[in-house]
Structures are given as C-alpha cells and as structure tokens.
C-alpha cells in the first residue's frame, strides 16, 4: 500500500474504528496525501472510478457502502497477495467465474497455482521504495523476518531455523518472535527472536548483520526479502515459490536442500568481502526489478485501462 498510493490518483482508504479490519485507514503511516482516510458512510456521495479489493468480502461491502455492484455498475479490480492456502494445482480463485472484475496477481508463481477460471487475470510485481545502501555486515550473525513463527512453523520454515543456525547465530524479527528459541528448544544465543521493530530501525538493524535468511516453504514473495537486497545483503532462500525467479546466482545462494543453505550462510560468515561484493550485485538487481518507478506505472496503466474498458461497455 505504501508503494501503491505513491501513483498520480486520488485514493480513497476507509476509515471507521468500529469497523476493524474492514476501515483501518492510513494506520499512521506517512503515505502520500493523495491517500484520503473517509468514513464508509460517505463514500456514497464520492465520485468514484474504479475500487480496488484484496479480499472476497470486500466484494459485499463495496454493494454495501457505495450502493453499487462491483464489476457491474463500478469497475473493480481484485489484488490477490497470496498463493492457494492449500491443493494449489487445484484450488479455484473466488473470483474464477467472474469475467467483470480484473484479477491481479503479485508474483507470477501465484497465478500459476491458482485455477483462475473465466477471470481476466494479470501480474505486477512488487515495487519497493529503496532505504538506501546501508549494509555494513558487522554482525557475523544472520538475520530474518517473519511474523509469526511459531503459528505458522513449517509454512514459514521456522523449523529449519534450528539447523541453520549450526552455520551462524540467527536473529529473527517480526510478530510473535520473542519466545521463538523455546519452541525450537535451541538457546536463545543461537536463535534470537528481537520482535516487531518500525521499518526505519529494522532497515538499519538487518544491514549490520552478514546475512539475510529467506525460508518460506509456502508464501508470496517476502517484501523482507526486497528490502535486504535494497539494503545490499547477501541473501539464502529457499528455492520455494517465486524466490527461485527472483533472486539470481550472483546476489547469493538459493537451495532447496537445507545444507546447501547451512553451507553459504557459513561462507559468508567467514568471508566479509565476498558478502559484500554478493550484496551489492543483490541491490542492483532489486534496483532494476523492483523499483518503484515501474510498479507505480504499470498501476497507473491497469487502472486507467479498466475504467476506461468499464465506462466503454457500461
């Protein structure tokens, strides 16, 4: 979101605190002042060109807030973040039977798996805003995100944690990370779970460290994974999913065979000038990839095209 509102439009974010989930606003965040925080009960009244929604029942409340139905009387675009939770060669999208509203993937792993049906179907990868080339690799430690780990275990590789950490003391960031050695029953100097810090001080934190660890066994591509190669790492990933497409040879190591993973996490541990030298070649490609400049335009693009298609056949 933070990188979608940088575009040229005017965006309208639900705001209600009674309503949860469903109108949670800006939250703080500094976004771009064209991101308009509006009470669902005013939307009606708004000149409004296309909605854009990011889960099933969104498609109820648009009917419910604007008095109109997504798709049919209002162009709609449906952004899917993840890939099937479970059966992915078989698992039909919500939207698979829909042919009115435009379906947009993040990675082209996910497309793949899902069995989009009827529904016109694309992908934008992500974009990310650059924190800038501040790796010093002074920790020779390795370092992750993910939130949490021990509620999600094998989807998010937390149990390979334990065996990784034989190559390098692992320092885990995130939600529900603070007890995450107990579960894993390691000691806390071999596993360290640091908690859920503000992105700032969470950029400068991963960039002390040698090494960034990537493990999903099941997941969209980490937006974590994007930032450490901004921020010049070294990265380790799990061949799983999309990482294997999006990050090459020369910006680190991608396995699926765990002690491949513990034998570069051991490399770039014991030579500080080859991390380096692999992480610089990891921003570059995160620069020219997955900058913000053409995800905003490639935005700017699908959003102009479905209204306008909309308004045409409407």
């Known amino acids: 979101m933070t990188s979608f509102v940088r575009g040229r439009h005017r965006y309208l974010v639900p705001c209600d605190g009674e309503r949860g989930e469903w109108a949670r606003g800006r ?27 990011q889960r099933p029942h969104e498609l109820d409340l648009v009917s419910e807030w604007l008095g109109r139905a997504p798709g049919t009387d209002l162009p709609a675009i449906y952004l899917e973040h993840d890939p099937p939770t479970e059966h992915a060669a078989l698992t039909r999208h919500p939207l698979a039977d829909r042919t009115d509203v435009q379906l947009v993937h993040v990675t082209h792993f996910n497309r793949l798996m899902w069995d989009n049906g009827r529904c016109p179907t694309s992908v934008i990868p992500h974009g990310v805003l650059d924190p800038g080339h501040l790796y010093t690799g002074e920790l020779s430690r ?7 780990p021990v509620q999600r275990w094998r989807i998010t590789g937390t149990d390979l944690l ?31 779970g640091l908690g859920d810090l503000a992105q700032d001080r969470l950029h400068a934190e991963l960039a002390r460290h040698r090494v960034f660890v990537h493990i999903p066994r099941w997941t969209s591509l980490g937006m974590s994974v994007i930032e450490a190669m901004y921020l010049g790492m070294p990265i380790v990933a799990l061949g799983t999913t999309e990482a294997s497409a999006s990050i090459p040879a020369e910006a680190g190591v991608v396995s699926t065979e765990p002690e491949i993973l513990t034998e570069a996490i051991r490399l770039f541990l014991h030579e500080p000038m080859f991390a380096q030298l692999t992480g610089k070649a990891a921003r570059h490609w995160a620069q020219a990839n997955f900058g913000i400049e053409e995800f905003v335009a490639n935005w700017d693009r699908l959003l102009t095209e479905s209204a306008r298609r909309q308004h045409a056949t409407g």
């Not at 939250?27 to 929604?53: F, H, K, M, T």
């Not at 390795?142 to 949490?148: D, G, H, P, R, W």
């Not at 950490?165 to 029953?185: F, M, N, R, W």
């Open 27 to 53: 939250c703080g965040r500094a976004w771009s002042p064209n991101a308009i925080e509006i009470a669902p009960a005013d939307l009606a009244d708004e000149d409004i060109d296309i909605v854009v929604l």
């Open 142 to 148: 390795a370092a992750t995100i993910i939130n949490e």
């Open 162 to 192: 334990g065996p990784l950490s034989d190559a390098a003391p692992i320092d885990v960031y995130g939600t529900g990370t603070e007890q995450l050695h107990a579960a894993l029953c390691v000691e806390p100097r071999r596993v360290c």
